[in-house]
């Protein structure tokens, strides 16, 4: 493998946000559950993954992955312990208020840094079906997917988990190893014992997770209008 750095992003420049996120819409461009969560739009696919990579680098631990030409080609996103799996908050959406269970986007001050904004543009179709997936159904089995992979494989608490929220490779330079070394390097970061847990939304991400060691712990399914996808559940002992 070619020689690489991996850092830690504390203070996110708008360059260092710009191709982040540009390797995030170009690795998620046929995901199904981007397209439900956008409308199948995708400008608003941009502000999206903005949205989370801003969010992140101001409240989680993100972790960029750059090659020898100093490229940013693979991208994390880990939220600490002591963050719910799925913590429950009040979003606003179209004058609407419902609850959503995420890491992300888990205070007012995250959510200003994008998702409102997001929120704001979506169609109403699937601003709705924000409120009546992701709040409800989704949230639900969501929890219990993750209560329940979580109690099976650690005594911990969904609680003192490391929840990994975001997660891509640049797909020019996927297949060269460097997802593998960005996830294992996070998890030499955290303290032993405890847990590493997330859930990827199709089968070829899963496959990728698996043969990474995140095996599969449990699965669940998301009804979008623009086809129903997978969620799985993967975790691993630290």
């Known amino acids: 493998m070619p020689f690489t750095e991996i850092r830690r992003i504390t203070a996110l420049t708008d360059k260092e946000t710009d191709a982040i996120v540009d390797l995030l819409v170009r ?9 439900a969560m956008s409308g199948d739009n995708g400008q608003l696919s941009d502000l999206l993954f903005r949205s989370m990579v801003r969010a992140g ?15 940013i080609v693979s991208t994390a996103l880990w939220f600490a312990p002591g963050t719910m799996l799925f913590s429950s908050h009040a979003i606003a959406a179209g004058g609407d208020t419902f609850q959503c269970y ?5 205070s007012e001050e995250q959510r200003e840094l ?7 543009k979506l169609d109403d179709k699937t601003r709705e079906w924000w409120k009546n997936e992701i709040s409800n159904s989704l949230c639900i089995k969501h929890t219990v997917l993750a209560a329940e992979f979580v109690k099976e494989w650690s005594p911990k608490s969904p609680t003192e988990c490391w929840w990994l929220s975001l997660f891509g ?42 043969k990474a060691g995140f095996p599969i712990r449990g699965r669940t399914e998301f009804p979008s209008r623009f086809g129903n996808f997978p969620a799985f559940g993967h975790s691993r002992e630290i």
């Open 102 to 106: 995420m890491t992300l986007w888990d």
């Open 57 to 71: 680098g101001f409240a989680g631990h993100l972790y960029v992955l750059e090659n020898e030409s100093q490229e």
């Open 114 to 120: 994008g998702f409102n904004e997001f929120m704001r």
């Open 27 to 35: 690795a998620f461009e046929d995901s199904a559950a981007t397209k």
């Open 169 to 210: 490779t640049d797909p020019n330079h996927q297949k060269r190893g460097y997802g593998t070394l960005l996830l294992h390097d996070g998890l030499k970061k955290m303290s032993s014992p405890n847990l590493a847990a997330f859930c990827s939304t199709s089968e070829e991400n899963a496959e990728f997770y698996t």
